[in-house]
């Protein structure tokens, strides 16, 4: 064997080498993923085994690949690629740069998977957007080990420069052979068979390609089975956001029928609806407080084992319970968004707040009259360009962020939400003082890394791995103890909101809502009534409930509603006319009896569109334009029955493609009339 090897000729023995050594590095990088990251429902080992088998393929790909041009080189210049300086130096700058952006690549892959649940894909890119780096490098930087993580950097970065450059010096000492015309062509057409075999990656007539590792549902084993580099690369060709008139005209009929449309008209495609006021009910105030990754799962209204938000639960207990409350997508800039403009936001590459076209909206915000109108954030709203969403489109509209408080700044989302909770109750209280009527977003934000949490009044404490039932604590699906104790510190927050407004007078005189923007990042768990963790909807299966003692009365709603569907339920309330130009509907309007949600969301790292109703989930891939069909009612939920009932699958799909086309062209064209 090592006489064999050492008749391989020299230059391609290096390229092989460093084959090896790239192959080896990404293998290290799936080992890390497997053994710390990897998550998944399937128990089935044949299934894993599959998955690391396409894992393995890829990384070879990769590998391949990235050691092409110096096996081009190689043959070209043979021992030549030993004597002449210039390919010495552009070997070692070009191993170097390799190495330097893989490692990097697969550290960030590591952390959006631990943030999100997903592999790295284009996307990723709005967190160096204008404005927000500083935001995102600090949040980084408060979360993550970065000064081990560039000390490891550096010392794999020197280890991986000995290595090429010191085996390099040592085939440059062997003394050359000189093949003859035969022998040499041998080897160059075996050397670039067997690196055209592996890029091929497959025994059969098509390339390995990506669909391939999604054999599951599981969105864990379908991460195992792909490389993030390839698949970052794979989806960087991304369709650019727009509308299609054409298409809202052709399902506009159906977008009619469902929304309640009073004036329908196909060629000025109105949207336009009433809902009336009521001059009988007094002007409540309005507080709509969102909870960041605050998923129904997670809390005690929907029955986690862990039962960690006891507040809530007495507020939803003497409230409304929203049971099925679905965002449009998994992004707090999204629900931002979506809750105050009244439009899912569906938009492919940047959100709708980053889209200069999309910020103009006629919203109902805006047509509260006579109220005072709060936006309140303990960071900077530059973030996501938030800030756009309501001086742009809410006359009059108070914004409050870090700068304008008393509080020192916790972390890189500014104060902490105990003094964010007491800084709007300064605000509330005031006005309720001098009895002017208010509606403001109170937007908080620890439930989110870094997981700060303070003592607050000096009731809050953590808890750690002593001090609760571990067993209950898997079941429940958190990743760790640091995200259970921040949603506590919510939890104890919500609690501390409601009590500043008791001791201040304005409870009995004020609307609460509230919500989550999405679900955070759990392990699986199955203790809902059905598998959403598994049909991808558990993402967008959001807390929401109503609390407002005096003015509404306790129950549990049972069917789904949306984000969007907030603020015309608020203007019900309140007695407030206003026009609904978008997509909402009064949430307590039970003699609606259609109700569907629009969702977008991630399964097996593909891009899903879906609606969501009481009985039926429907969804179509984005990719693949292949439907399923889910009955939530049936003894196996996760059957795709879209052949069974072909009629319902017929209905909810045209329900679906007329949701997201009329959705995509109000982003566009819901402007307000002066708008430019």
Same mark, same amino acid.
């Given at each position: ?22 192959? &080896? ?38 590998? !391949? ?9 190689? &043959? ?203 001059? /009988? ?24 084992? %862990? ?13 409304? !319970? ?42 109902? %915000? ?56 007491? /800084? ?72 501390? &909101? ?15 809502? %509230? ?151 109000? %982003? ?9």
């Amino acid at each position: 064997m090592k006489s064999f090897w050492k008749n391989i000729p020299r230059y391609i023995r290096y390229v092989i080498v460093q084959a090896i050594f790239l192959y &080896l590095f990404t293998l290290l990088f799936r080992l890390i993923f497997y053994f710390f990251f990897f998550k998944s429902t399937v128990h089935d080992n044949g299934a894993i085994a599959k998955a690391w088998n396409f894992g393995a393929r890829f990384d070879l790909r990769l590998a !391949l690949y990235v050691m092409a041009p110096l096996l081009i080189i190689a &043959l070209i210049f043979r021992n030549a690629f030993f004597t002449k300086n210039w390919i010495r130096r552009f070997t070692f700058v070009y191993l170097f740069i390799i190495y330097f952006v893989l490692i990097w690549l697969y550290i960030f892959d590591l952390g959006h998977y631990a943030y999100l649940g997903l592999r790295i894909e284009p996307s990723v890119m709005r967190f160096l957007s204008d404005g927000e780096r500083g935001d995102n490098a600090t949040m980084l930087w408060e979360t993550y080990p970065i000064v081990r993580v560039v000390i490891a950097v550096g010392l794999f970065m020197w280890l991986m420069r000995r290595q090429y450059k010191g085996l390099y010096h040592r085939l440059s000492k062997e003394s050359p052979v000189y093949l003859k015309a035969g022998r040499y062509t041998s080897w160059t057409v075996g050397t670039i068979l067997l690196f055209a075999a592996g890029m091929y990656g497959n025994v059969a007539y098509f390339p390995l390609r990506w669909s391939q590792a999604m054999f599951s549902r599981d969105n864990g084993i379908t991460s195992l089975g792909l490389n993030p580099v390839l698949y970052y690369v794979s989806n960087l060709s991304v369709q650019a956001d727009t509308f299609d008139e054409k298409k809202t005209k052709e399902y506009y009929p159906t977008i009619v029928d469902y929304l309640g449309i009073d004036h329908p008209d196909v060629n000025t495609l109105n949207f336009e609806r009433e809902i009336p006021g009521s001059d /009988e009910k007094k002007k409540m105030n309005v507080v709509l407080v969102m909870l960041e990754s605050t998923g129904a799962c997670i809390t005690s209204m929907y029955g986690n084992p %862990m039962q960690a938000t006891p507040n809530m639960k007495a507020l939803a207990d003497s409230g409304i !319970l929203f049971n099925h409350f679905y965002v449009p997508a998994i992004s707090t800039a999204r629900t931002v968004y979506g809750v105050t403009t009244g439009v899912p936001d569906v938009t492919i590459t940047q959100t709708a707040s980053r889209h200069p076209q999309m910020v103009d909206q006629r919203v109902i %915000m805006d047509q509260f009259k006579g109220y005072e109108k709060y936006y309140l954030l303990g960071g900077n709203t530059n973030w996501a360009n938030i800030r756009a969403v309501f001086t742009n489109n809410v006359e009059g509209v108070k914004v409050y962020e870090e700068g304008m408080y008393s509080a020192p700044k916790a972390d890189v989302w500014g104060i902490a939400d105990y003094d964010l909770v007491n /800084e709007a109750d300064k605000l509330f209280k005031n006005a309720n003082d001098r009895k002017q009527p208010f509606i403001a977003f109170l937007q908080l934000a620890d439930n989110h890394p870094p997981y700060t949490t303070t003592s607050g009044g000096g009731g809050f404490k953590k808890v750690t791995e002593k001090d609760i039932d571990m067993a209950k604590f898997k079941e429940a699906g958190f990743v760790s103890i640091d995200q259970f104790n921040a949603l506590r510190y919510e939890d104890y927050n919500v609690g501390h &909101l409601i009590d500043q407004a008791r001791k201040n007078g304005y409870l009995d005189n004020t609307i609460f809502i %509230m919500f989550g923007d999405h679900n955070c990042s759990l392990n699986p768990y199955h203790f809902m009534p059905v598998p959403e963790y598994e049909l991808g909807s558990g993402g967008v299966h959001a807390t929401c409930f109503i609390y407002a003692p005096g003015t509404v009365r306790p129950g549990v709603i049972k069917y789904p509603v949306s984000l969007v569907d907030i603020y015309p339920t608020m203007a019900k309330l309140v007695g407030m006319p206003v026009k609904n130009y978008t997509m909402g509907r009064d949430m307590l309007d039970s003699t609606i009896t259609t109700r569907y949600t629009l969702s977008v969301y991630a399964k097996n790292l593909m891009t899903h569109m879906a609606v969501i109703g009481d009985q039926y989930q429907y969804e179509i891939n984005m990719k693949t334009g292949v439907p399923a069909l889910y009955d939530l009612k049936s003894k196996d939920p996760m059957k795709n029955v879209v052949k069974e009932l072909p009629d319902t699958a017929k209905s909810l799909d045209r329900l679906a493609r007329a949701m997201y086309e009329s959705t995509r062209y109000l %982003m566009f064209n819901n402007k307000k009339p002066n708008a430019k």
